[in-house]
């Protein structure tokens, strides 16, 4: 057998080099045909890695998706996690409330998934229903004759220990006289008249001494006496705090105690109920009916008066009553406040203050219980971001935190809200190139990220392949509105593509690209009146997409053909 000669050289006709597709190789006559349907094409790889870490539910076992740009990963992860979460029980909602024992500290309640914006009307009607029922109390004539029964009880003490107190007076000769100064002893004579200085000056030494030895006795009776109208005194103030307190923890308990029957299931509502109970009770004085303020700034008085109830209301933060499913949250600007949180300011006469009214929830927070997808190139580049997002992951928990804390600068008095369980399935989205990067620098990485989920910028031209490919077109077209395409256009699109792979038996799995061809190709047709895009559409889409890129490569031609500049 003779052989070739390799010396010669083997000349390729230029449809050698190209991958022609036979149009009627597609099974329809135009896309609007194919089930529009959403489809990955030829990344069997990723999707077994995704569909793994969303079914993973042990701690660390979080997804990286890498791949570049164009490759479909991040529309691909969108569809599938919805899929998921959709499939996932609704989490419960998240609340703040004030903490009665440690006020700096704010309390975190969960109520039932989607019931936070009903408990936080039960309890704004609940204060309400309060302030109705405890002025009805203050006002009853039952309430006021009690009242009376207990004031007169001990002003007939006092007035008994004061009756004594002058029968000893009148025995030792003198007279007691009350006034807003304090009391005063005065010597009287035997008819009863006061002895004024002047005439107790005339008086003998030795009854003036007597006068003043039985003075100095008795100023000691009015000393043991006023200590002991003063005791009286407390205890009817405390008998009176507590007679209020009764009525008050009477007129209020049947309407907590209906409220814990409602939330039966949460203990800890129940126990934040049972603290609101007392703190009712401890400050009754701010449920009794007010004179309208006199002051010189209204405003400013009002707000005083508002004040006390504000430390009853629900800071509702994470509200999941509008969804179907577990969350899915896409942070597209993952600062550090927009991940975790942040407790706000308001200015008031020249200070910034704020309450746990002011608590403001953060990206963890939202997507607690379900899903929360990031470009890793945004965390990476927000600062504090990423070690935030890690310490979330490695502890369990969202805290919501000044940055001024976390960089150790001079502290400030502020809240510190109660950290919020966490349990979210963080979904990175970055190039191959960082994912190494992060493995080699970062243990920490490794430990939080275990699942890689690959997309690649190729795919094998298979007959699978290419009717996947034909799907994905059809789907562009029903999901924008566009003109479909024809089986020739359609062949035309997937020729391009191989040529993008630069590979007869391969297929660019760059869709950004192959999207722009889709819609570019739509708009020409509709621009020369087709209602179906033909292959003379595709054809001058990528004609005029080259066109519009490549000024710089026609003068390097002219300049090689004998033109002198750029």
Known sequence: MAQRDLRTPHR?????????CNPNSLPFKTTAEIKADEVIVGQDRAVRALELGLTLQQPGYNVYIAGPVGTGRTTYARKKVQAVAAAKPVPPDWCYVYNFQQPDQPAALSPPAGAGAKFRKDIDELIEELKDAIR???????????RREVVQSFEQRIADIWKELETKARQLGFAIQRSPAGIATVPVGPSGEPITPELFNLLPEEQRNEITRRGRALQEEVGEVLRKVRIIEREARDAMRELEQRAVSSAAAHPITRLKERYADHPKIGAYLDQILADVVEHLDDFKEQEEPAAPFPLAALMRRQEPFTRYRVNLVVDNSHLRGAPVIEESNPTYYNLLGKVEYRGEFGALVTDFTMIKCGALQQANGGFLTLQVRDVLTNPLSWEALKRALKSGEARIENIGEQLGLMPTATLRPEPIPLDVKVLLIGTAQIFQLLYVLDEDFRKL?????????EVERTEEATRAYAQAVGAICSRQGLRPFDRSAVARVLEQSARMAEHQQRLSTRFNEMV????????????????VVAVVDVDRAVDEKVYRSNRIEERLRQIRNGGNRL
């Open 12 to 20: 390729l006709s230029p449809d050698q080099l190209r991958w022609t």
């Open 449 to 457: 990220f275990k699942i890689k989920a690959e997309f690649d910028v």
């Open 516 to 531: 722009e061809i889709v819609y570019e190709a739509s708009a020409w047709a509709q621009q020369a009146g087709h209602d």
């Open 136 to 146: 009805k109390v203050f006002g009853s004539e039952t309430f006021e004759t009690r």
